[in-house]
């Protein structure tokens, strides 16, 4: 059981460039979400997945475009990357019915947008 | 809309003192409140949940509606409780707003 993994960990960008994150969960989870971590400001959320086929968007969405074709991978795309990017994403997975209730993490995808 | 604030981003502590992390909330709905531990450039792990009423690794955390708090207390800090602490609220689509986090340094 491998849980949340995120592709790739570390990625430097040149602003324009474009991008995806892919999150990947083997526990079956319904529930999907990215997240990004900025010093002093915790984690936001740029979007998530309430099942396959389905996105919405979270705090801050801008810049930023998901897909959820298969239950269990989310992408985060990043179209033109700038520098206001740069920071630390997180994806997070949570399942739906009984059972422990919490959302899992992945160990994070560091971008440096230059 | 819902919000969390954590008050303190640094609070640096001796081994062996106690210590509380402060966390305040706003929400209309009924709360449903947890603590989030990251431990060295390492992934989020949940470390309790006010539902639960549990303690884990000495921490406990006790919801006051009343004040809208939740602060995460332990009673005896150890060195190994260095990390960044964030609390955090789940609303709908079990979304989690969590607040700006608090690292914790824990001095021997």
């Known amino acids: 059981n491998a849980g949340v993994t995120q592709t790739p960990k570390f990625r430097v960008l040149k602003t324009g460039q474009s991008m995806t994150l892919l999150c990947a969960q083997d526990?079956?989870?319904?529930?999907m979400y990215w997240y990004r971590q900025d010093p002093g400001m915790g984690l936001r959320l740029i979007h998530y997945s309430v099942g396959e086929g389905t996105t919405a968007k979270g705090e801050v969405p801008d810049g930023y475009n998901v897909s959820r074709l298969k239950k269990q991978n989310f992408l985060l795309g990043l179209e033109s990357a700038a520098p206001s990017q740069t920071s630390v994403y997180f994806c997070?997975?949570?399942?739906?019915?009984?059972?422990?209730?919490?959302?899992?993490f992945g160990p994070g995808t560091r971008l440096t947008v230059t | 809309a819902q919000r969390v604030t954590q008050p303190e981003k640094l609070l640096s502590v001796f081994k062996g003192a106690p210590v509380e992390l402060k966390c305040n909330y706003s929400y209309s709905g009924s709360p449903e409140l947890f603590w989030y531990v990251q431990y060295s450039r390492q992934r989020l792990q949940l470390l309790l949940r006010?539902?639960s009423r549990e303690s884990i690794k000495g921490f406990t955390a006790d919801l006051n509606k009343g004040e809208t708090s939740f602060h995460l207390k332990k009673p005896f800090a150890q060195e190994e409780d260095s990390a960044m602490y964030y609390c955090?609220?789940?609303?709908?689509?079990?979304?989690?707003?969590f607040g700006e986090g608090t690292q914790l340094t824990v001095n021997p």
């Open positions: 526990m079956n989870h319904e529930y």
């Open positions: 997070a997975s949570f399942p739906t019915g009984t059972g422990r209730r919490e959302q899992y």
């Open positions: 955090a609220l789940q609303s709908s689509g079990s979304r989690l707003t």
């Open positions: 006010h539902i």
